[in-house]
């Protein structure tokens, strides 16, 4: 089932999520509505807090759906490292349409739950390390606008304070 993508100036999107405690049936399901929310919108990745699920957990395919093994579930995650730096556009789907540089680790590992709940480790670069970290910000409350300049922040508002005003978001 497609749930709602929740926009910038929901309230559960400012929110630190709380852990997955449950294991089962239930959770199994919002992962596989998840991702069938991210593939429609289309993205790379989903967290809980965007579908309007106070919960640490997100989603992730940087292959849009074009290789299984690179489907990934991460419940409970924690960063355990970070290498380097680098900068690249990124976009949210809490933010359509709206894309800006921005810099992120250029590498992560990260310990994580799956589905399961067994523990696991993924050590990534590239797309996929800006992935987990826009995720793994998410649960934390944190938007991708909050890496930028207050500047550009302010460009950002009034670009959606505009198509509020139109009916456009």
């Known amino acids: 089932m497609i749930l709602e993508i929740r ?3 929901d309230p559960v999107l400012d929110r630190k999520a709380e852990l997955v405690t449950e294991f089962g049936p239930g959770l199994a399901r919002l992962v596989d509505d998840m991702f ?3 593939y429609a ?3 790379v990745g989903l967290a809980a807090p965007q579908v309007g699920v106070s919960r640490r957990l997100f989603v992730m395919d940087c292959s ?4 299984a093994a690179e489907r990934h579930v991460l419940v409970n995650p924690e960063l355990l490292a ?12 809490s933010f359509p ?11 992560v590992v990260v310990r994580a739950q799956d589905v399961r ?3 696991f480790e993924l050590d990534v670069t590239g797309l996929d390390s800006r ?13 991708f606008i909050q890496h930028l300049s207050a500047l550009r922040r302010d460009l950002v508002r009034r670009k959606i304070r505009k198509r509020q005003k139109a009916g456009d978001w």
């Open 7 to 9: 926009k910038y100036g």
């Open 36 to 38: 069938e929310t991210m």
């Open 97 to 107: 349409g709206i894309f800006f540089e921005v810099e992120r680790a250029a590498r």
């Open 131 to 143: 992935c987990v970290q826009h995720e793994n910000d998410h649960l934390d409350g944190v938007l």
């Open 82 to 93: 970070r290498e380097g730096k680098e900068k690249g556009d990124e976009g949210c789907l």
């Open 117 to 119: 709940g067994d523990w």
């Open 64 to 67: 849009s759906n074009r290789d």
């Open 41 to 43: 919108a289309p993205g």
